[in-house]
Each structure stands twice: as structure tokens, then as C-alpha cells.
């Protein structure tokens, strides 16, 4: 059973900077992808950014092109989300997704509050 636990979320002023990370196990296939997705209050959830492993290959929304960076360590299945100029805007509970040949998880999300 895959297993995900998301971590770093927080409070920040606006300007400032968050590092989201996504521990990944129970899982044994090489390739998979692992995105972020956030839900802001009143708002449906929806992608932010999400990385192919091996490969590297990476999406970013609109929103945050430029200011966020998706990155990964393949060895700790570990995925990270730096997140930098952050607004209001980008308050949300964020959520790690897994998706691989067999199906795909959820973890349980990471508040980030971003206040002006």
C-alpha cells in the first residue's frame, strides 16, 4: 500500500518562501508520478506541479511558473515543492498525489497560509 506523508507547510508573509516535501513508500515500480495539488477555502482542489521518475520531467500551472520548483530525490522517493514569491493567493491545504501503473494516492495535506 502506497504511502504518502507531506510536510512543511506553515505560515509565511507574502514575499516569502516554503519548502513542501512528499515522502513517498509501499511501492516497488520505478516509474511513477508525484504531484502537488492544493485546495484554497471554497475553491475545487486543483494541480499545481507534478514530476515524472525517473525521468524528470515536470508540469507547473500558470499560477506558479516561476515561482515554484519541483524537484526529486529518487533514492528517499521524496519529492519537493519549493515554493518562493508566495501571495495569498497561494493559501491552501496541499495535497502529495501518487499515481503509478497500479493506481494512485493521496496524502492527507499540508496547510500553507500565506498572509499580506
Known amino acids: 500500500e502506497v504511502h504518502l506523508v507531506e510536510s512543511g507547510g506553515g505560515l509565511v508573509q507574502a514575499g516569502g518562501s516554503l519548502t513542501l516535501s512528499c515522502a513517498a513508500s509501499?511501492?516497488?515500480?520505478?516509474?511513477?508520478?508525484i504531484g502537488w495539488f492544493r485546495q484554497a477555502p471554497g475553491k475545487e482542489r486543483e494541480g499545481v506541479s507534478c514530476?515524472?521518475?525517473?525521468?524528470?520531467?515536470?508540469y507547473y500551472a500558470d499560477s506558479v511558473k516561476g515561482r515554484f520548483t519541483i524537484s526529486s530525490d529518487n533514492a528517499k522517493k521524496t519529492v519537493s515543492l519549493q515554493m518562493n514569491s508566495l501571495t495569498p493567493e497561494d493559501t491552501a491545504v496541499y495535497y502529495c498525489?501518487?499515481?503509478?501503473?497500479?493506481?494512485?494516492?493521496w496524502g492527507k495535506g499540508t496547510l500553507v497560509t500565506v498572509s499580506s
Open positions: 514530476i515524472m521518475v525517473p525521468g524528470g520531467g515536470s
Open positions: 509501499g511501492f516497488t515500480v520505478d516509474d511513477y508520478v
Open positions: 498525489h501518487h499515481d503509478d501503473a497500479y493506481g494512485s494516492t
